[in-house]
Protein backbone atom coordinates (compact mmCIF):
# COMPACT_ATOMS: atom_id res chain seq x y z
CA UNK A 1 0.00 0.00 0.00
CA UNK A 2 0.87 3.12 -0.64
CA UNK A 3 -0.19 6.70 0.13
CA UNK A 4 -1.34 8.82 -2.88
CA UNK A 5 -2.16 12.54 -3.25
CA UNK A 6 -4.51 12.99 -6.78
CA UNK A 7 -5.94 16.20 -8.03
CA UNK A 8 -8.90 15.30 -9.86
CA UNK A 9 -11.29 17.37 -11.27
CA UNK A 10 -9.59 20.42 -9.54
CA UNK A 11 -9.85 19.18 -6.13
CA UNK A 12 -7.38 17.47 -4.08
CA UNK A 13 -7.76 13.53 -2.66
CA UNK A 14 -5.53 11.46 -0.09
CA UNK A 15 -6.15 7.80 -0.14
CA UNK A 16 -4.03 4.34 0.28
CA UNK A 17 -3.93 1.86 -1.79
CA UNK A 18 -1.71 -0.48 -4.15
CA UNK A 19 0.26 1.81 -6.34
CA UNK A 20 -0.45 -1.36 -9.47
CA UNK A 21 -4.21 -0.11 -8.85
CA UNK A 22 -5.95 0.72 -12.00
CA UNK A 23 -6.85 4.68 -11.65
CA UNK A 24 -10.35 3.58 -13.09
CA UNK A 25 -11.10 2.12 -9.25
CA UNK A 26 -9.66 3.93 -7.72
CA UNK A 27 -12.22 6.93 -8.95
CA UNK A 28 -15.28 4.49 -8.77
CA UNK A 29 -14.73 2.60 -5.58
CA UNK A 30 -12.31 4.80 -3.69
CA UNK A 31 -13.51 7.89 -4.32
CA UNK A 32 -16.82 7.41 -5.41
CA UNK A 33 -16.65 9.19 -8.92
CA UNK A 34 -18.74 6.58 -11.09
CA UNK A 35 -19.47 8.56 -14.08
CA UNK A 36 -16.42 6.95 -15.35
CA UNK A 37 -17.26 3.42 -16.70
CA UNK A 38 -15.80 0.07 -16.87
CA UNK A 39 -15.83 -1.75 -20.72
CA UNK A 40 -12.89 -3.97 -20.86
CA UNK A 41 -10.41 -3.38 -18.39
CA UNK A 42 -7.62 -3.67 -20.98
CA UNK A 43 -7.81 -0.19 -23.21
CA UNK A 44 -9.69 -1.48 -26.16
CA UNK A 45 -13.13 0.10 -25.93
CA UNK A 46 -13.02 3.51 -24.43
CA UNK A 47 -15.80 3.75 -21.55
CA UNK A 48 -13.23 4.66 -18.99
CA UNK A 49 -11.67 7.85 -20.67
CA UNK A 50 -10.35 10.55 -18.95
CA UNK A 51 -8.06 13.00 -18.94
CA UNK A 52 -4.36 13.00 -17.72
CA UNK A 53 -3.04 16.55 -18.54
CA UNK A 54 -5.55 17.76 -20.91
CA UNK A 55 -4.76 14.17 -22.86
CA UNK A 56 -7.64 11.27 -23.31
CA UNK A 57 -6.39 8.47 -21.08
CA UNK A 58 -7.98 4.55 -20.50
CA UNK A 59 -8.11 4.23 -16.65
CA UNK A 60 -8.69 1.27 -16.43
CA UNK A 61 -4.95 0.08 -17.45
CA UNK A 62 -3.35 3.24 -15.92
CA UNK A 63 -1.85 2.52 -12.40
CA UNK A 64 -2.12 5.14 -9.57
CA UNK A 65 1.84 5.22 -9.64
CA UNK A 66 1.38 6.36 -13.03
CA UNK A 67 -0.36 9.09 -12.34
CA UNK A 68 1.86 11.07 -10.39
CA UNK A 69 1.44 14.85 -9.84
CA UNK A 70 -0.60 15.22 -12.57
CA UNK A 71 -4.51 16.93 -13.17
CA UNK A 72 -6.93 14.21 -14.11
CA UNK A 73 -10.37 15.38 -15.47
CA UNK A 74 -13.27 13.11 -15.09
CA UNK A 75 -16.72 13.02 -16.69
CA UNK A 76 -17.69 15.07 -13.60
CA UNK A 77 -15.22 17.73 -13.99
CA UNK A 78 -15.71 18.96 -17.32
CA UNK A 79 -18.10 21.22 -16.29
CA UNK A 80 -20.31 22.07 -13.75
CA UNK A 81 -23.89 22.26 -15.20
CA UNK A 82 -23.14 19.89 -18.08
CA UNK A 83 -22.77 22.43 -20.22
CA UNK A 84 -19.69 21.66 -22.12
CA UNK A 85 -19.91 22.37 -25.82
CA UNK A 86 -19.36 18.85 -26.41
CA UNK A 87 -22.09 17.74 -23.90
CA UNK A 88 -24.60 20.52 -25.00
CA UNK A 89 -23.84 18.45 -28.98
CA UNK A 90 -24.34 15.49 -27.77
CA UNK A 91 -27.69 16.44 -26.54
CA UNK A 92 -28.91 18.44 -29.06
CA UNK A 93 -27.96 15.50 -32.01
CA UNK A 94 -29.38 12.86 -29.80
CA UNK A 95 -26.09 11.03 -29.52
CA UNK A 96 -27.19 8.61 -26.93
CA UNK A 97 -28.68 5.17 -26.82
CA UNK A 98 -28.09 3.30 -24.13
CA UNK A 99 -25.50 5.63 -22.67
CA UNK A 100 -23.06 2.95 -21.24
CA UNK A 101 -20.05 4.28 -23.52
CA UNK A 102 -20.93 8.20 -23.72
CA UNK A 103 -19.18 9.12 -20.92
CA UNK A 104 -15.46 7.96 -22.59
CA UNK A 105 -17.37 9.11 -25.89
CA UNK A 106 -17.45 12.32 -24.50
CA UNK A 107 -14.38 12.70 -22.89
CA UNK A 108 -12.25 11.49 -25.96
CA UNK A 109 -14.29 14.00 -28.17
CA UNK A 110 -13.50 17.32 -25.72
CA UNK A 111 -9.76 16.02 -25.72
CA UNK A 112 -9.76 16.26 -29.91
CA UNK A 113 -11.33 19.51 -29.18
CA UNK A 114 -9.04 21.14 -27.04
CA UNK A 115 -5.87 20.51 -29.57
CA UNK A 116 -7.54 20.73 -32.95
CA UNK A 117 -10.71 23.42 -32.28
CA UNK A 118 -12.03 22.88 -36.47
CA UNK A 119 -11.26 19.18 -37.02
CA UNK A 120 -12.33 17.18 -40.34
CA UNK A 121 -13.51 13.97 -40.57
CA UNK A 122 -9.75 11.96 -40.21
CA UNK A 123 -8.72 13.41 -37.60
CA UNK A 124 -12.43 12.79 -35.77
CA UNK A 125 -12.05 9.51 -36.81
CA UNK A 126 -8.98 9.27 -35.70
CA UNK A 127 -9.24 10.78 -32.03
CA UNK A 128 -11.94 8.37 -31.75
CA UNK A 129 -11.25 5.08 -32.92
CA UNK A 130 -10.95 3.05 -29.69
CA UNK A 131 -13.73 4.10 -28.38
CA UNK A 132 -16.62 1.50 -28.84
CA UNK A 133 -20.31 2.50 -28.97
CA UNK A 134 -22.09 -0.79 -29.17
CA UNK A 135 -25.22 0.96 -29.96
CA UNK A 136 -23.41 2.19 -33.18
CA UNK A 137 -24.20 5.59 -32.83
CA UNK A 138 -20.88 7.18 -34.75
CA UNK A 139 -22.69 8.61 -37.57
CA UNK A 140 -24.18 11.00 -34.93
CA UNK A 141 -20.96 11.39 -32.55
CA UNK A 142 -19.03 12.67 -35.38
CA UNK A 143 -21.93 15.29 -36.25
CA UNK A 144 -22.03 15.88 -32.92
CA UNK A 145 -18.12 16.95 -31.94
CA UNK A 146 -18.64 19.20 -35.49
CA UNK A 147 -21.70 20.88 -33.91
CA UNK A 148 -19.46 20.56 -30.34
CA UNK A 149 -16.64 22.49 -32.93
CA UNK A 150 -19.17 25.35 -34.15
CA UNK A 151 -19.64 26.12 -30.44
CA UNK A 152 -16.57 27.23 -30.20
Known amino acids: MATFKLKINKKTYSLE??????????????????????????????????HLNGEAVRSCSLPLSAVGDGEVVTIEGLSKNGDHPVQKAWEE??????????????????????????????????????????CGTYLRIREAIKKAAAMK
Do not use: F, H
Open 17 to 50: ADPSMPLLWALRDLLGLTGTKYGCGIAQCGACTV
Open 93 to 134: VDVMQCGYCQAGQIMSAAALLSKNPNPGDEDIYNAMNGNICR
